[in-house]
């Protein structure tokens, strides 16, 4: 079972101390009054203290597109509930190398089975 994101999700880097800034975008549905996150939630998100640094390396600042973790089955508003699962590419260097993924869905409540 696959636990619903909410504005309290973490989401990071692989480097885990690049933090993901989260912004959710609807306000339709809550879980403990934190609203749910939503498709395109974490993309193109600031991700905050990445330690990736040194010569010809580029830290993790960035979030890409998601590439899993989006419902096949729930929409709000039209738009995919985001899923525990959800991951995707950052832009640090080498390029295509390292996903951000989910740390904690910031609720113990809802699941999708």
């Known amino acids: 079972m696959m636990k ?11 480097h885990e101390s690049g933090f993901v800034g989260i912004a959710p975008s609807q306000n339709l549905v809550t879980i403990n009054a934190r609203r749910v996150l939503v498709a395109a939630d974490p ?7 990445c330690p990736w640094v040194g010569p010809g390396m580029k830290p993790c600042t ?24 959800v991951t995707g590419l950052t832009d640090g260097t080498p390029p295509g190398t390292f996903n ?14």
């Open 4 to 14: 619903w994101l909410t504005q309290d999700a973490l989401l990071t880097c692989p």
């Open 100 to 113: 951000y993924a989910v740390r904690s869905p910031g609720q113990d409540l809802v699941e999708e089975l």
């Open 62 to 85: 960035l979030t890409l597109k998601v590439q899993d973790g989006y419902s096949g089955y729930i929409r709000i508003d039209g738009r995919q509930v985001c899923l525990d699962t």
């Open 43 to 49: 993309e193109a998100k600031p991700i905050a203290g």
